[in-house]
Nanobody
Framework: QLVESGGGLVQAGGSLRLSCEAS????????MGWFRQAPGRDREYVAS????????DYADSVRGRFTLSRYITNHTMYLQMNNLEPGGGAVYYC????????????????WGRGTQVTVSS
């Protein structure tokens, strides 16, 4: 089970930190990732952490502004989002999966319910 938190309303240029807690896991052999979905748009890849947090990857649209952190010991992942762009609001989803590329939604077999991020201009 995955539970996201930390969403909210922020002004453009501001920051938010999202959290995702994975319960029921006893190992670190899985990929965790963040995706987002804006109204009327497809779910979009944001960032991911590979097995055992061996590497981290970002979408080009967020690289340099967002930072993913993952703590294996407590199965928690964070997304620090800085310099949020106007109109950049979306529901952010946390996913966990066993294999495949982190930027593909098909890699993930478990999803959280999402947390809303709203960016005001």
């Amino acid at each position: 089970q995955l539970v996201e938190s930390g969403g909210g309303l922020v002004q453009a240029g501001g920051s938010l930190r999202l959290s995702c807690e994975a319960s029921g896991r006893t190992d670190d052999h899985y990929t965790m990732g963040w995706f987002r979905q804006a109204p009327g748009r497809d779910r979009e890849y944001v960032a991911s952490s590979g097995w055992s947090a061996a590497f981290t990857d970002y979408a080009d649209s967020v690289r340099g502004r967002f930072t993913l952190s993952r703590y294996i010991t407590n199965h928690t992942m964070y997304l620090q989002m800085n310099n949020l762009e106007p109109g950049g609001g979306a529901v952010y989803y946390c996913g966990a999966g066993g294999g495949g590329y982190g930027d593909s939604a098909t890699t993930y077999d478990a999803w959280g319910r999402g947390t809303q991020v709203t960016v005001s201009s």
